[in-house]
């Protein structure tokens, strides 16, 4: 790929993507001092006044390598450089020699979406290549993924992280790019990257896949191809299933949400499978669903009507109504995380507070607490409903307000899950898909 091909590939792209983006054109760019990420920030900056992109670039410290500090520095300098804000990120850890590489990129996206808030900016920009494609797809591959899984990583995609990436984008404009022709590119403009030594090391799966793949050409074309088909598959479910879920599913307070049992079984046991490892995360307000295996059973629907508990949801059948709501969980489990200045309880309930208040609101959950008074003779969710709704605790013995039904100062209440639900189900491929007739030129 020439130069003027990855300047094309990054217009190309913000030209198919300019409805799917946030308004604002604030991008904040992942740059670990890789040739990947400095690439990638070194071609937005060269077509930023034409898109006028505002580019700003952070860098993490994991705190796991001593030479890491000096490698922040030297991206650092390149912004410098290049006219672009940057800044370090650092975590802590109690024990480093503890920390796997699944905390350590949670803990990194943490840290970015922090940053993106801080900044005000709504999108992360990274690196990822045509070549973590395929390697993140053979990788599935062995794992017995379908297609949902075999249809890769998509080009704009929810930050991974919850609810701290809440309201985020991910996108990553590089990913029909080589590995290879990144670096020819940073080559040409005499740019210096660092090589992370973990890239090295056999005990990481990925690092065997990329040893294997390196020179295997045909195998990377079939796994290109295998992706292109199950991402055309995945694009076809989604938009079919994101349709029908506007017609057919009944969010209740609380974010609970009702179908009709005989619309869901109209559906294949693929598509259900879909719409369960979307639905039970969003109302139980988790990171991700359970495995396929765990959900497999309730897919009929079988045993429901005595109901039944799975993934933090409480599901249970009712004639032809099926309702799934968030289930009850320990005291001590209630977790309150900030996103913004949006308090998020227990990563479902949305408390938005004025801005600068700082505060932290006593909530607790409904349960087995009897009604208030006053909404006796109000219409009031059903009780497998209800009992997993916060209550705001008054300090005053046995008081509380239910922020869902009674109006309550200074604050407003929302439901996450509906919209979570969604950006879990859709999926964002279309350049992809139209770039596959290009193969030859990214590779």
């Not at 690439?39 to 992109?53: D, F, K, T, Y």
């Not at 598509?271 to 009929?300: D, M, Q, T, Y």
């Not at 087995?368 to 497998?384: F, H, I, M, Q, W």
């Not at 350049?431 to 030859?440: D, M, P, T, V």
């Amino acid at each position: 790929m020439s130069d003027r091909d990855i300047s094309d590939c990054l217009t190309r792209w913000f030209d198919m993507h300019q409805r799917d983006l946030p308004e604002t054109r604030s991008l904040l760019v992942a740059v670990s001092g890789g040739s990947d990420s400095l690439a990638l920030l070194s071609a937005l900056s060269e077509i930023a006044s034409e898109w006028g992109l505002d580019l700003a670039a952070a860098t993490v410290d994991h705190g796991l390598r001593a030479e890491a500090r000096d490698e922040a520095q030297m991206v650092s300098r390149v912004c410098t450089q290049l006219g672009v804000p940057h800044d370090i990120l650092s975590l802590n850890w109690a024990d480093p020699s503890a920390v796997t590489q699944e905390a350590a990129r949670g803990a990194r996206y943490r840290a970015l979406a922090a940053h993106a808030r801080k900044l005000g900016v709504k999108a992360i920009a990274t690196g990822h290549t045509h070549n973590d494609q395929l390697e993140t797809v053979y990788m599935r591959l062995r794992a017995g993924s379908d297609a949902w899984g075999l249809s890769g990583m998509s080009d704009i995609a929810p930050v991974p992280v919850w609810p701290e990436g809440m309201g985020l984008k991910l996108i990553r404009p590089l990913m029909r790019a080589d590995r290879e022709d990144l670096r020819t590119y940073l080559h040409t403009r005499q740019v210096e990257w660092v090589d992370d030594p973990s890239n090295e090391k056999l005990v990481f799966e990925r690092v065997r896949v990329r040893n294997l793949l390196s020179d295997r050409p045909q195998l990377a074309g079939q796994l290109a191809d295998t992706q292109s088909l199950a991402a055309a598959r995945r694009l076809k479910i989604s938009q079919a299933l994101v349709e029908w879920a506007g017609q057919a599913l009944s969010w209740h307070v609380g974010g609970a949400v009702a179908f009709s049992a005989a619309d869901w079984l109209s559906r294949t046991l693929e598509e259900r499978l879909v719409l369960l490892k979307a639905l039970l995360p969003s109302i139980a307000g988790k990171f991700r669903a359970p495995r396929n295996s765990i959900l497999e059973p309730v897919l009929e629907l079988e045993g429901l009507e005595r109901g039944r508990t799975l993934g933090g949801c409480y599901m249970k059948r009712t004639a032809d109504k099926v309702l799934i709501a968030a289930e009850p969980i320990p005291e001590s489990d209630q977790s309150i995380v900030f996103a913004g200045n949006m308090m998020v309880w227990n990563g479902r309930i949305g408390f938005e507070l004025p801005e600068g208040t700082g505060r932290t609101l006593k909530l607790a959950q409904w349960g087995k607490r009897g009604v208030p008074a006053e909404l006796t003779g109000s219409d009031l969710p059903d009780y497998d409903v209800r009992r997993s709704l916060p209550v705001l605790l008054t300090g005053e013995e046995n008081a509380f307000r239910i922020p869902h039904l009674e109006k309550c100062a200074d604050m407003k209440v929302c439901d996450l899950a509906p919209e979570r639900f969604l950006s879990l189900l859709s999926f964002s491929t279309d350049f992809f898909a139209k770039e596959i007739g290009r193969r030859e030129s990214f590779s």
